[in-house]
């Protein structure tokens, strides 16, 4: 099973491990939200369908829904952006994801942006403007 990561057009990036997928958002969107000061905790146990809001966080500027890139139900928030939700920033990929989730359909990963995909959907221009 390929660890690789894949993307939501609304910018977040989901990793499976397994039926865990672990979610968090782009570097890309790290850099537009800026420093973030606060990030809700997701309610573990929630169940959430693909697009819909599953946290928010906010930085120094506004407040920015974080939506569940796949259906299932979300098992774990990451406690660390509690005490430091920098983390986001400094590490969007790894010690800065948001929370995990028990995926309800795996198939559904094939219907998010691969990085390369992710890459041209940013240089389009179709991401502008999108918050």
Do not use: C
Not at 84 to 94: A, E, F, M, R, V
């Amino acid at each position: 099973m390929s660890t690789s990561r894949r993307y939501a057009k609304s910018h977040e990036w989901i990793r499976l491990d397994g039926k865990t997928g672990y979610v968090g958002i782009s570097d890309h969107a790290q850099k537009e939200v800026t420093d973030v000061v606060y990030v809700e905790m997701a309610k573990v146990g929630k169940a959430v369908k693909a697009g819909d809001e599953a946290t928010t966080l906010e930085s120094v500027k506004a407040a920015f829904s974080i939506y569940a890139p796949m259906s299932g139900t979300i098992s774990k928030t990451n406690n660390a952006l509690e005490g430091d939700p920098g983390l986001i920033n400094k590490s969007p990929y790894d010690d800065g994801w948001i929370f995990a989730m028990d995926v309800s359909n795996p198939e559904e990963l094939n219907a998010l942006m691969t990085e390369e995909q992710y890459q041209a959907f940013l240089t389009s221009g179709a991401a502008a403007g999108h918050h």
